[in-house]
């Protein structure tokens, strides 16, 4: 364990709230797959986070584990990569209430996930849900995380998990690594299908305008040829005044490895009709071994079972070695 300890260390997670989309693989995991030699890498499943809003108990948990065996069929080796459960790792909830005693109310209400996901959840604005980012910050403290890869929506509370740690180390010394947000070079910003000027997001109302990694064929098809485009018809990359069409350039460029001349050059003169389906036909293609592997990883419980249990263990050692330091500072008695 300690020969990994001078590489970089990268701590990033996604929470088990809907079915991973192809947002999440082209956006997140697929980049995640290339860091495994240059970096430390653990990823987390966020299921104690995803309790901030309403759960049905047996879907959480089949997500979770079905998010466990697509990380695997995405290409994050267990063996390279720290894989685990946040909830089975008790650290994560004790350095939370210790951080939310170091987290101020105002910070708090200046978060515009809150904001949101308040007037989303109007009907259960708990606690939770308001001192999540000291949770996320304990997330990433506890394994002195140098890079925190994230989408532009979590920047802010990597902000603040900077801004918890600063405050805390200011009262009792270098005790946490400040992290710094890590945005891949290469990596898509995956747009809805439907409403291309928003994230492709599992909470979408339309269900047409979001791919899921672990989506059938012709459901992928369907919701590709239905994509919004424009009235140009004309395939040019021009995401001001062309979402839906740059959106789609964007995917099939990720897809099929084609720079967007190559694209413009290989629909010009031919209709939206076409390229939709060529988009649609290449991310059929790029998941297809992806759902197959995650199909065959869910068959077999016994693995990935060995494969949560012992990255909670990895983590939990790294984990609690922070906690324990934390514990002393503010003057818990040792047991
Ligand atoms: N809040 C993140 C999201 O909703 C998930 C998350 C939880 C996370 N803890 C984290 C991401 C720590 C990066 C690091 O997408």
């Known amino acids: 364990m300690e020969n990994t300890e001078q590489k970089k260390r990268i701590l990033s997670g996604i929470q088990p709230s809907g079915d991973l989309t192809l947002g999440s693989y082209l956006g997140a995991i697929k980049n995640w797959a290339s860091l495994a030699d240059e970096y430390d890498c653990y990823y987390m499943l966020a299921d104690m986070h995803t309790i901030t809003v309403r759960q049905v108990p047996a879907d959480l948990r089949r997500r979770t584990l079905t998010q466990v065996a697509a990380y695997i069929a995405s290409g994050l080796d267990p063996e390279k990569n ?155 990359f021009d995401p001001e005044n062309k979402p839906g069409v740059s959106n789609l350039m964007q995917i099939y460029s990720v897809a099929t490895g084609s720079s967007f001349e190559a694209i413009e050059a290989e629909f010009a003169g031919r209709g939206y009709g076409d390229f939709k389906k060529a988009v649609g036909e290449s991310v059929v293609e790029l998941l297809r071994p992806i759902r197959e592997e995650t199909e065959r990883l869910l068959a077999d419980k016994a693995y990935l079972e060995s494969v949560y249990r012992a990255g909670a263990e990895k983590a939990s050692y790294v984990a609690n070695r922070t906690l324990s330091k934390v514990y002393k500072k503010v003057g818990f008695l040792a047991r």
């Open 82 to 236: 720290t894989l685990f459960v946040q909830s089975h790792v008790p650290a994560h909830a004790q350095l939370g209430w210790v951080l939310d005693c170091y987290t101020m109310f105002g910070e708090l209400s200046r978060m515009t996930q809150f904001k949101d996901k308040s007037a989303k959840n109007a009907d259960n604005i708990n606690a939770g849900l308001f001192t999540y980012p000291a949770l996320m910050a304990a997330d990433i403290l506890l394994y002195q995380a140098d890079l925190v890869p994230v989408g532009g929506d979590q920047k802010q509370h990597v902000e603040i998990c900077r801004d918890i740690a600063t405050r805390f180390n200011g009262v009792y010394g270098d005790v946490f690594k400040i992290p710094e947000p890590y945005i891949p070079k290469v990596g898509a910003r995956v747009m809805s299908l439907s409403s291309p000027e928003n994230k492709m997001s599992k909470s979408d109302k339309d269900p047409n305008g979001c791919v899921y990694m672990l989506e059938k064929p012709e459901d992928i098809m369907r919701k590709f040829k239905k994509a919004m485009t424009d009235s140009e018809a004309c395939v040019r």
